[in-house]
C-alpha cells in the first residue's frame, strides 16, 4: 500500500500541484509531489520501535499475547478492510463498523456529515477502535478448550476533523487506492458537492496495541485419549469470482489486480 501525507497541507507543501475544476467536479493534478508535514516528520520512512504501554491499552488478559511493536501494529491495520468503532452517545453505547486507511502515524475515517458517527467523533469524543484477522479455528479436545487464531489491534483516541478541500480531496484519493490500488485513476473524482457532503476525520495513532493468538489447543495432555479429532482449520482472506455490474460498459475485461485481489494494497 503506497504511504501517503495527505492531510494538514502547509505552505510550500508540493511543486506544481494544482486543484483543478471539471466541470462538476474537482480533479487534484500532482507532478513530482514531495510532502513534507511538521506533525509526520519525513514521510519517507516509518516511524519503529513499540507504541507506548499505558492504562487503556495494556494487554492484560494473556499479556504473552500482547504486543506494542509498531511494524507488526501497522501491518495488521494495513491487511484489514473494515474497522469497529465504538462511542457514546447520551449515555449510550455503540459500536459501528466502518473502513479506514492508515497513512504514516495516523487513521483517517470518512462519512456523511450526517452520520452520528462521525458527528460524534468530529467533536472531539474519546472512541476506541479495533480490527480483527481470523487465522484459524483451533478444535479442542474439550468443549471449553475450542479458541480462534487471530491477530487483532485496538486504537485509543480521539480525531481531528479535516476541513480543507485539497486535503478532504487527497485522503479521499488515498480511501480509494486502499480498496484497489491505482483506482484512483480510472474513476470519476468527488464533486465539489460531494466533498461538502463528507467528512474526514484524522486519527492520530498515539495509543495502541496487538493482540495474536497462533499455535493449537492448551489442553492437559490426558484430555487428548478421546476420539474427537483436534488441530487447527486455517482461515484465509480469498475473494471470489468478480460479477460485472450490469449497468457497465460490455466488454470491459477485468482488471488484473482485481481479479487477482490481494490484501494488503
Known sequence: MRRYAVLNWGPAVATRIGLASRGAGLRLQAWAVRIRLSSMGDI??????????????????????GSYDRDLIYGILDQAFVCAVGFVVDGLPF???????RVGDKLYLHGSTASRLMRT????????????????????????????NYRS???????????SPEAKLAAMR????????????????????????????AVPLVEASA????????????????SAWTGVLPFKWTPGEPLPDPRGKPGIPVPANIARYTRPQ
Open 44 to 65: 519517507t520512512s516509518e516511524k519503529h520501535g513499540e507504541f507506548p504501554r499505558t492504562e487503556r491499552t495494556r494487554v492484560t488478559r494473556k499479556p504473552d499475547r
Open 211 to 226: 493482540k495474536v493468538r497462533t499455535g493449537f489447543a492448551v489442553d492437559a495432555d490426558q484430555e487428548y485419549a478421546g
Open 95 to 101: 459500536v459501528v463498523p466502518t473502513n479506514y486507511v
Open 153 to 163: 489491534v485496538v486504537v485509543m483516541g480521539k480525531a481531528e476533523v479535516i476541513e
Open 121 to 148: 467523533l468530529g467533536s472531539g469524543a474519546p472512541f476506541c477502535l479495533s480490527v480483527t484477522l481470523l487465522d484459524g479455528i483451533v478444535f479442542s479436545p474439550t468443549a471449553t478448550g475450542h479458541s480462534v
Open 174 to 201: 488515498d480511501f480509494v487506492d486502499y480498496v484497489l490500488r491505482g483506482r484512483w485513476a480510472t474513476v470519476r473524482p468527488p464533486s465539489e458537492q460531494e466533498l461538502k457532503a463528507t467528512m474526514v476525520l
